[in-house]
């Protein structure tokens, strides 16, 4: 049984910093890319950044450039992402996903992805 078990979230004011991670059990870690999404209130699910198996090649969303930084540990089976100066438009339940045999032009695409975590909160007041 696959399964991804996020951690970490919680609540910032603006400026500051929080970080998840993502550990994925019941398949091989070292292939995956993985991938994180964020979904705000009303809004629909958007991808946010995502790092990829072999090579480790990274993608990240306009909105999070130069304030993210995703980052894996093949031996922990965890990705990790780092959330810098952190704004209110970051508030968001923040997910990650699991691919296999899926290019780096389809990080993006939340169909590209085969298991999802189960979501953490992060809320960022002003």
């Known amino acids: 049984q696959v399964q991804l078990v996020e951690s970490g979230g919680g609540m910032v004011t603006a400026g500051g910093s929080l970080s998840l991670s993502c550990t994925l059990s019941g398949r091989t870690f070292s292939n995956a890319a993985m991938g994180w999404f964020r979904q705000a209130p009303g809004k629909e699910r958007e991808f946010v950044t995502a790092i990829g198996g072999i090579g480790g090649l990274t993608r990240f969303a306009e909105s999070v450039k130069g304030r993210f930084t995703i980052s894996r540990d093949n031996a922990k089976n965890t990705a990790y992402l780092q959330m810098n100066s952190l704004k209110p438009e970051d508030t968001a339940v923040y997910y990650c996903?699991?691919?296999?045999?899926?290019?780096?032009?389809?990080?993006?695409?939340?169909?590209?992805?085969?298991?999802w975590g189960q979501g953490t909160q992060v809320t960022v007041s002003s």
């Open positions: 996903a699991a691919s296999w045999g899926n290019n780096y032009y389809s990080y993006t695409n939340s169909g590209t992805y085969n298991y």
